[in-house]
């Protein structure tokens, strides 16, 4: 298992603003999953990408992918207060077992 | 409503004192999966479960055991907690342990249960 790295660790940003978050990891992966937290909660699985797609999107939010350059981008459009939370990334070989999660990036998104 | 249940939420222990803590899930789901959260460390999976009475080692296994005897149920048991176990855990499940494309891509997390040791 591997664990991917956020950066950057701390971002704020007012409603209505673009937020982008990275992630970097070492191996070659299968996927790469992002979740996001609320303060003290669960983690909610936001999206996975597959080793062969470059780009997702779901809603507002949009995932790259650059498997040459080893890292993923998790773009939030048009963020809102709700969307305060911190947000964690998972490369995988496999699927969900043995998930490595790094410390994050806080998103902090004032009104 | 799906969902992923944890019980307790809240937990105050000794050392030294066997506890359990649940986990069930309504959704049907083949593998499930515990983590624990501490400050500066991120989140680190302890144990997981492809499906009933198979179950693996995470990167953090030492102190703790889990069992699944069925397919909703994966309690985590620590039977002699410390001091170094207090943290925030989290359980989780999902379809399938494999990203095998639809809805096995999406992994569901209890509410956790903060557990302090003393």
């Known amino acids: 298992s591997q664990q991917g790295e956020e950066d950057p660790q701390a971002l704020s940003i007012q409603e209505g603003e673009n937020a982008t978050m990275n992630c970097s990891y070492k191996?070659?992966?299968?996927?790469l999953q992002w979740y996001r937290q609320n303060s003290g909660r669960g983690l909610v699985h936001l999206i996975l990408?597959?080793?062969?797609?470059r780009e997702k999107h779901s809603g507002r939010l949009r995932v790259t992918l650059d498997t040459s350059k080893k890292s993923s981008s998790l773009l939030i459009t048009a963020s809102r207060a709700a969307d305060t939370a911190s947000y964690f990334c998972?490369?995988?070989?496999?699927?969900?077992?043995?998930?490595?999660f790094g410390t994050g990036t806080r998103l902090l998104v004032s009104p | 409503e799906a969902q992923v249940t944890q019980n307790p939420r809240y937990l105050i222990t000794v050392t030294g004192k066997k506890l359990t803590v649940t986990c069930s899930q309504n959704?049907?789901?083949?593998?499930m999966s515990w983590y624990r959260q501490d400050p500066g460390l991120g989140l680190r999976q302890i144990y997981y479960?492809?499906?009933?009475?198979?179950?693996d080692k995470g990167d953090v296994p030492e102190g703790y055991k889990v069992s699944r005897k069925e397919k909703r149920n994966f309690p985590l048991i620590l039977e002699s907690p410390s001091p170094n176990q207090t943290s925030l855990y989290f359980c989780?499940?999902?379809?399938?342990?494999?990203?095998?494309?639809?809805?096995?891509?999406?992994?569901?997390f209890g509410p956790g249960t903060r557990l302090t040791v003393l």
């Open positions: 989780a499940s999902s379809l399938s342990g494999l990203a095998g494309g639809g809805n096995t891509d999406t992994q569901y």
């Open positions: 191996t070659s992966i299968n996927n």
């Open positions: 990408i597959r080793s062969n797609e």
């Open positions: 998972a490369p995988s070989n496999t699927g969900f077992q043995k998930l490595v």
């Open positions: 959704m049907n789901h083949e593998y």
């Open positions: 479960s492809m499906n009933v009475e198979v179950t």
